[in-house]
């Protein structure tokens, strides 16, 4: 509604708009003022769980170094800490602002040149803690089993978004998918077994979200167990006769077979940690681990008076889980979970109001990636799996580590902007008309697709 009026004595006619847009503004003007208030904006939650995960961090990691503290430079474990946390904010601003269907664009590409980095590690890399799986590039040390857990994600989500159907996901998009799993997860397995687990866990999850029969779920985890039994059997055909007891106390760690390190992780594991049993290399992060635990109590002792991080082995990275419990508690470690578990909830409140499949596969895929990693560093940490390497996400020093996951919530970031994820038919048009033609298959599951049946 407007209304008219004259000025005196100049003749001039102006139009006043009762909604509070400027005086005489042009329509194209007001189009643009429109545009920009109805701009989609990333969603808050994820934002504020990326944020104090990140607080988080900074604080527990600089408790959890000191072994790494010299004298003069006691910051120095934080400073670098601090470049890749900064780096992994900039990245998430740059991943939230593009939109989610460029990702399927270039799924391929990147889980090709990921698993490049991934075989290249596994033949020339270098050793960290007993493993060959990291590359030294220009100074710095990547990671490729870090990189390539996310790409498969990416590239999963692709696979099913494409082979979308109301029924659940076809069989060309099972085959597809279980071949990139099980491909990627054969040459992860001399990284790292816990990785391969993961993936195929992570693999198993997306699977499920897309509305796969409980009889093709069934046929996938038999492939997955059969193929794991027969990379089994060639790797460890070659241990027969090797000096290990009853309980897998004996272990000699190899770059190019880490088979009796795993036989002696899951022995030990085993016949658990008793209070009569010496300190030695096999157990010294189990108990250190349980001690620190045990120090926290229910409220914890506090922020930086954790006893056990000068102790406790790799306390910044694989077991800083134990050192956030021992300074805050049973209480704070409880938070924690409840964050993580929070973030997966929320992207699958986003998932299930998405039009598309691929956007609710990304997002759930990326989520259930970071919940699954952090879900299994806690596991370990508190004696519920066999010690193995698994960082704590975006809270564990590691540079690829950070990085990777930063990226992955920069993912989920675009996701909750550019995806419809409401009723209104113009917006899901329009979203089509930015999607590749074979990256538009509905999300049946959605409550929008239902809507508007």
Same mark, same amino acid.
């Given at each position: 509604?407007?209304? /008219?009026?004259?000025?005196?004595?100049?003749?001039?006619?102006?139009?006043?708009?009762?909604?509070?847009?400027?005086?005489?503004?042009?329509?194209?003007?007001?189009?643009?003022?429109?545009?920009?208030?109805?701009?989609?904006?990333?969603?808050?939650?994820?934002?504020?769980?990326?944020?104090?995960?990140?607080?988080?961090?900074?604080?527990?990691?600089?408790?959890?170094?000191?072994?790494?503290?010299?004298?003069?430079? *006691?910051?120095?474990?934080?400073?670098?800490?601090?470049?890749?946390?900064?780096?992994?904010?900039?990245?998430?601003?740059?991943?939230?602002?593009?939109?989610?269907?460029?990702?399927?664009?270039?799924?391929? !590409?990147?889980?090709?040149?990921?698993?490049?980095?991934?075989?290249?590690?596994?033949?020339?890399?270098?050793?960290?803690?007993?493993? &060959?799986?990291?590359?030294?590039?220009?100074?710095?040390?990547?990671?490729?089993?870090?990189?390539?857990?996310?790409?498969? *994600? *990416?590239?999963?989500?692709?696979?099913?978004?494409?082979? &979308?159907?109301?029924?659940?996901?076809?069989?060309?998009?099972?085959?597809?998918?279980?071949?990139?799993?099980?491909?990627?997860?054969?040459?992860?397995?001399?990284?790292?077994?816990?990785?391969?687990?993961?993936?195929?866990?992570?693999?198993?999850?997306? !699977?499920?979200?897309?509305?796969? +029969?409980? +009889? +093709?779920?069934?046929?996938?985890? =038999?492939?997955?167990?059969?193929?794991?039994?027969?990379?089994?059997?060639?790797?460890?055909?070659?241990? +027969?006769?090797?000096?290990?007891?009853?309980?897998?106390?004996?272990?000699?760690? /190899?770059?190019?077979?880490?088979?009796?390190?795993?036989?002696?992780?899951?022995?030990?594991?085993?016949?658990?940690?008793?209070?009569?049993?010496?300190?030695?290399?096999?157990?010294?992060?189990?108990?250190?681990?349980?001690?620190?635990?045990?120090?926290?109590?229910?409220?914890?002792? =506090?922020?930086?008076?954790?006893?056990?991080?000068?102790? #406790?082995?790799?306390?910044?990275?694989?077991?800083?889980?134990?050192? @956030?419990?021992?300074?805050?508690?049973?209480?704070?470690?409880?938070?924690?979970?409840?964050?993580?578990?929070?973030?997966?909830?929320?992207?699958?409140?986003?998932?299930?109001?998405?039009?598309?499949?691929?956007?609710?596969?990304?997002?759930?895929?990326?989520?259930?990636?970071?919940?699954?990693?952090?879900?299994?560093?806690?596991?370990?940490?508190?004696? #519920?799996?066999?010690?193995?390497?698994?960082?704590?996400?975006? @809270?564990?020093?590691?540079?690829?580590?950070?990085?990777?996951?930063?990226?992955?919530?920069?993912?989920?970031? /675009?996701? /909750?902007?550019?995806?419809?994820?409401?009723?209104?038919?113009?917006?899901?048009? &329009?979203?089509?008309?930015?999607?590749?033609?074979?990256?538009?298959?509905?999300?049946?599951?959605?409550?929008?697709?239902?809507?508007?049946?």
């Amino acid at each position: 509604m407007e209304t /008219s009026k004259n000025i005196s004595g100049q003749g001039i006619k102006i139009k006043e708009s009762l909604d509070g847009v400027a005086v005489g503004q042009s329509s194209r003007t007001r189009a643009a003022t429109v545009q920009a208030s109805e701009r989609p904006k990333p969603d808050t939650y994820i934002w504020g769980i990326y944020i104090m995960l990140l607080m988080i961090s900074v604080i527990e990691l600089f408790s959890a170094s000191s072994a790494e503290v010299s004298g003069t430079n *006691v910051y120095m474990p934080l400073i670098r800490h601090g470049i890749f946390l900064v780096l992994g904010l900039g990245l998430v601003l740059v991943l939230q602002n593009i939109h989610y269907g460029y990702y399927s664009r270039f799924a391929w !590409f990147l889980a090709l040149i990921s698993f490049f980095l991934l075989l290249i590690s596994n033949f020339i890399g270098i050793e960290i803690n007993g493993a &060959q799986r990291a590359i030294n590039v220009a100074g710095f040390t990547i990671q490729p089993a870090e990189i390539v857990k996310l790409t498969v *994600v *990416v590239l999963l989500a692709t696979i099913l978004g494409r082979h &979308q159907q109301p029924r659940g996901v076809s069989n060309q998009g099972m085959i597809e998918a279980a071949i990139v799993v099980v491909v990627f997860g054969g040459c992860l397995w001399k990284n790292g077994l816990t990785n391969t687990i993961l993936l195929f866990g992570v693999s198993l999850s997306m !699977f499920l979200i897309g509305g796969m +029969k409980w +009889k +093709k779920f069934a046929m996938i985890v =038999g492939i997955y167990i059969l193929c794991g039994g027969v990379l089994y059997v060639m790797k460890y055909q070659n241990d +027969k006769g090797s000096e290990f007891d009853t309980i897998g106390k004996t272990e000699i760690v /190899s770059s190019n077979d880490r088979s009796k390190t795993h036989i002696g992780r899951v022995g030990r594991f085993i016949a658990g940690v008793h209070p009569n049993d010496p300190i030695d290399d096999y157990n010294r992060q189990v108990v250190f681990a349980k001690i620190s635990q045990a120090n926290g109590g229910i409220f914890g002792q =506090g922020p930086g008076n954790s006893r056990e991080s000068s102790r #406790l082995p790799l306390a910044f990275s694989d077991y800083i889980y134990s050192i @956030i419990v021992e300074d805050t508690g049973l209480v704070g470690g409880i938070i924690l979970l409840v964050i993580y578990l929070f973030l997966l909830a929320r992207a699958g409140r986003i998932a299930y109001k998405c039009s598309r499949a691929f956007p609710a596969f990304l997002i759930m895929g990326c989520a259930v990636l970071i919940v699954f990693q952090a879900l299994v560093h806690m596991a370990i940490v508190t004696g #519920l799996f066999p010690v193995s390497g698994q960082p704590l996400p975006l @809270i564990s020093k590691g540079g690829t580590s950070v990085l990777v996951m930063s990226a992955a919530i920069g993912i989920m970031l /675009s996701v /909750s902007r550019f995806a419809v994820t409401s009723g209104n038919k113009n917006a899901i048009k &329009q979203e089509l008309d930015e999607l590749p033609e074979d990256m538009q298959a509905a999300n049946f599951s959605g409550q929008i697709n239902e809507a508007t049946k």
